[in-house]
Structure formats: structure tokens, C-alpha cells
């Protein structure tokens, strides 16, 4: 299964088509982002926080994670979120 076409209203009020790529090839480039950052702040953070309860844990790692995949950490070059960025980029090809 390739991706379909939709259209896109651009800011600018034109239409335009664009190929969306299927789920599965985009969670496997995404996945390939956040499985490591996850298990760095997992690695970082993990043996000091051992004793907060389980939903305390979470919701720092998400806290974390979900800003520094979105928007970088700090703009950093080497950021997981530029990463998923480039990444997506450089997987053009593949996801299509």
C-alpha cells in the first residue's frame, strides 16, 4: 500500500497535492527518533527517579521528550526533534 493524495490548503489559499505517506513507514521513522532519546533520559534520569511512583516517572520523561522531539533540545544541531525533522527528509524516498 503506497501513500495517497490529498490536498493541502496552503496558507496562501492555494491547492496543492501531496503524497501521504502510509502510517507504518512514518511511525518507523519516528520510532527511530524517540526509541533513543527515550532510553538516553531513561539512562540519565532513570536511577535517581527509581523510587518516584510509576505515573510521576512518566510524566517527567514526557514532559521531557515531547518538547525536545518537537521543538529540540535548546536548538541544538544534533536535536532528536531536527533529527525527525532531517530525517524525515532523508527518508522521502522511502516513506513514499
Excluded: D
Aim: with cysteine; aromatic share 14%; hydrophobic share 50%.
Amino acid at each position: 500500500m503506497s501513500g495517497s493524495r490529498r490536498p493541502l490548503c496552503a496558507g496562501s489559499g492555494r491547492r496543492r497535492n501531496y503524497v501521504v505517506p502510509p502510517r507504518w513507514k512514518f511511525a518507523i521513522v519516528v520510532w527511530l527518533a524517540i526509541y533513543p532519546s527515550l532510553t538516553f533520559l531513561v539512562w540519565v534520569a532513570g536511577p535517581k527517579i527509581v523510587h518516584w511512583p510509576i505515573a510521576l516517572r512518566t510524566l517527567l520523561f514526557t514532559v521531557v521528550l515531547v518538547p525536545w522531539m518537537v521543538f529540540g533540545a535548546a536548538g541544538a544541531p544534533a536535536s532528536p526533534g531536527i533529527v525527525v525533522a532531517s530525517g524525515l527528509r532523508k527518508f522521502t524516498e522511502y516513506l513514499h
